[in-house]
């Protein structure tokens, strides 16, 4: 129930947003259907940004910026409305090569450190401990810290494998680079589907094996401090894929953001 809620709670709120810009009068709409017809965008999913697969790595030369060669109003900002952290995202349009381990270790750092991490813990906690998501963690203030340090270990821990330890390894870019125009359904499909599909450093598309592994192994993980009553199959794959469709509803979110923020609350997408 309370991975449900969460779960309800983004969707809702991604759905509402893609709604508003869709129904958008004028200029937003016109230019929309515009675009729609470019021949650019009728290559069949799941291709990934063609700038990415221009790069090659240097390791000797200084990373060039995730926002580098985007346009100023398609820019991904590092935080999204000054509460939800961005920093996987790399704008549409922008050229950044790989990233390298220092790099990914510091994305996952700044994912499970910012004080929106403790934020969105806390509440969720207090929605566990009131549903009684686990009722052998108690209830009050002992139910609420036990859900709180399991809460924050689940995300810091997948964070780690998801955006550093097996990217590194396994050579895939665990960044978000968003499409930035066409036809709402397709950047809609694309931005979820990037849960499954990766660039590797060589700019090719690949399996993502460090998002669908790292989540699992983040799951088998969690057996050790939650209950035992919740260490079953059946548990761990309700909670594995909740966290990948929280990812896909993310990643959908980031990229429809700088839309939203022009042309439903015509404002600076990156303030």
């Known amino acids: 129930m309370h991975s449900f809620f969460k ?16 129904q958008q009068p004028g200029p937003a709409r016109e230019a929309a259907t515009s675009l729609s017809t470019e021949s650019e ?26 926002n580098e060669g985007a346009p100023q109003r398609k820019q991904q900002p590092k935080r999204i409305l000054g509460i939800m952290p961005n920093y996987r995202a790399v704008s549409a349009g922008a050229i950044p090569p790989p990233p390298t381990a220092k790099q990914a270790f510091k994305i996952a750092t700044q994912n499970s450190f910012d004080y929106s991490s403790f934020v969105f813990v806390g509440l969720t906690s207090m929605i566990a401990e009131g549903e009684e998501t686990h009722p052998s963690l108690g209830k009050g203030v002992p139910g609420f810290w036990a859900y709180s340090w399991r809460g ?10 998801v955006i550093f330890a097996l990217p590194t390894v396994l050579h895939e870019d665990e960044r978000y680079y968003a499409k930035g125009y066409g036809p709402i359904l397709k950047r809609a499909a694309y931005s979820s589907s990037r849960v499954m599909i990766t660039p590797n450093y060589k700019g090719h598309n690949t399996l993502n094996i460090a998002e669908l592994a790292g989540r699992g192994i983040a799951q088998g993980i969690a057996t050790t401090y939650y209950p ?17 469709m929280r990812d896909a509803m993310t990643n959908t979110f980031r990229e429809f953001w700088p839309d939203i923020a022009e042309h439903v609350l015509h ?5």
């Open 152 to 161: 924050f270990v689940d995300k810091v821990d997948g964070n780690y494998w």
């Open 228 to 244: 035992s009553a919740d260490r079953s199959a059946g548990a761990l794959a309700q909670k594995w894929g909740y966290a990948i």
């Open 267 to 271: 404002r600076n997408p990156r303030s």
């Open 7 to 22: 779960f309800s709670l983004c969707g809702c709120l991604v759905a509402a947003c893609t709604l508003a810009l869709s």
């Open 41 to 66: 965008f009728t290559s069949s999913l799941p291709d990934a940004p063609e700038p990415q697969q221009t790069q090659v790595k240097d390791p000797n030369s200084k990373q060039a910026p995730a």
